[in-house]
DNA sequence: CGCGTTTTTGAAGCCCCTCAAGTGTAGTGG
DNA sequence: CCACTACACTTGAGGGGCTTCAAAAACGCG
């Protein structure tokens, strides 16, 4: 009822620059040409960053606003005792939050798990848009809250459900998110991302991150290998899971496309 | 560097009328006395509503802000199995993101723990503010930012801690929120909240948290009994803990009032 | 005082961790 | 092309932390 409406509805591929940013945020709200173009060119000069590098420390005063716009990023916390809590991955058009504008300092660690292509848009250009332009500034807002509903659908996650629902709700959760960005192609979703980064994602142990994974290989319901997550049987998954994907807060538009 | 700066720091007894919302708001960035006003008005008509209330349904479509002015209240998501995670405590001056806002739908289910003031501001009214009074704009955004690394610290927790830091992290955040807006005394801080409440938070069973919370009474650290938490030893506590409460973004004029 | 709820304590069990060794698999240099 | 290395994955055995089940004690409230 509330969401920005008239929604585009680009793919990746049907977009003539295929910015994951404007396809996710052209998914929920109805941008002018004008916009595109505008986030079109806030996104040049895009960089190429190699696999299992910080892209912004934890204590960093903060800055330019980060959009991933290719590969697999991750912010993360660190403890005392070395261990570390995986607190959100961050998929192509996903972008570090507003804390970039209105918190002083970053209070976690933004990391590439894979090689990523990563756009770097200035404060101030972030501020002029957000200031002139009344949706991108909604949709930044929605990206945010709906953020913090998958940090609270991880907090169940974590507190309340056993190793095998907590993998296959993950595996849910990657999977849709990915399938709403266009990632997604014959059940298959590209997911480099090895047994400890799921373990330090999940609570769990990269040991028991595969027992994991193996039992939900034999009962035939996903399969993770060689850096693709195939997905043999999501309703199944979800019930296991108990994976209700409101949370996600996608157009239903977006889900019906994993019928291959 | 960033947060709007020139606090006034109001104590909940120093400002003529109590109002824990611009006690919060007003700790961290200049409000004019006509800013002040507004709010003021704005939480006119407070309401009592009992313990054990929900105030906001998961589902309910989104509508009016809600702010606590008294009591303590909480967010919680049930699951298919009948268990729960409570994802957030909220304390006066705490108020319900501006999902309200932006998404459609609520995600999880806000309720009261004990008989709280409630104060509840028209939607309508919350855009008026957010659109003419930037301060007030910047300031909401902040709490809602300041909320989601609080999401990420109890990520952490939930993940990475065993149940002695987990209990021992919560009852420190608790007491420097709960000293920010002025609640401690004598290093008492009034806590009504029973061992399953805690547990559905940390996700725990009650049975366990009791066992937890006589370990750190007798290691002579805290003391939860009769509503009231104690806190002997905050150093120490925050010290098993692993807690570093730089997360809760408060000014730091506000951290030296506990030492009594 | 009596009743319901919460807290407390005990005993047994399971889930996940820890430690450890063996098996790929990709990248490097001879 | 094949050692060699490094790292991730896999599987097994044993242990510990938290849960579950159960019952008694304490508390709060009419």
């Given at each position: 009822m509330n969401r920005p409406s008239g929604r585009t509805r680009f793919r990746l591929d049907e977009v003539g620059s295929p910015n994951a940013l404007?396809?996710?945020?052209?998914?929920?709200a109805a941008l002018?040409?004008?916009e595109i173009d505008l986030l079109e060119h806030a996104c040049d000069h895009p960089r190429e960053v190699p696999a299992h590098q910080d892209l912004l420390r934890e204590g960093d005063e903060t800055g330019s606003l980060i959009v991933i716009l290719r590969g697999l990023a991750c912010r993360y916390k660190m403890l005392?005792?070395?261990?570390?809590?995986?607190?959100?991955f961050l998929m192509p058009g996903d972008c570090c939050h507003m804390h970039i504008i209105v918190l002083d300092a970053m209070d976690d660690?933004?990391?590439t798990l894979t090689p990523c292509r990563v756009a770097t848009i200035p404060r101030a250009r972030v501020e002029e848009l957000v200031a002139t332009r009344p949706v991108l500034a909604r949709?930044?807002?929605?990206?945010?809250?709906v953020n913090q509903d998958i940090l609270k659908a991880w907090m169940v996650n974590l507190g309340r459900r056993?190793?095998?629902q907590r993998v296959a709700h993950l595996m849910c959760e990657l999977y849709v998110r990915g399938n709403?960005?266009?990632?997604v192609a014959d059940k298959r979703l590209p997911l480099d991302v090895s047994h400890a980064e799921l373990g330090d994602a999940l609570g769990l142990t990269a040991v028991h991150v595969c027992r994991v994974l193996r039992k939900l290989r034999l009962a035939g319901l996903m399969q993770l290998r060689a850096g693709t997550l195939t997905m043999h049987d999501l309703p199944a998954l979800a019930d296991v899971a108990?994976?209700?994907?409101?949370y996600l807060h996608l157009a239903a538009a977006t889900e019906d496309q994993h019928s291959v």
């Open positions: 404007i396809v996710k945020i052209a998914n929920v002018s040409p004008v005392p005792e070395g261990t570390r809590q995986i607190t959100e660690t933004m990391a949709s930044l807002s929605w990206a945010q809250l056993n190793s095998v709403a960005v266009g990632l108990g994976f209700d994907g409101s």
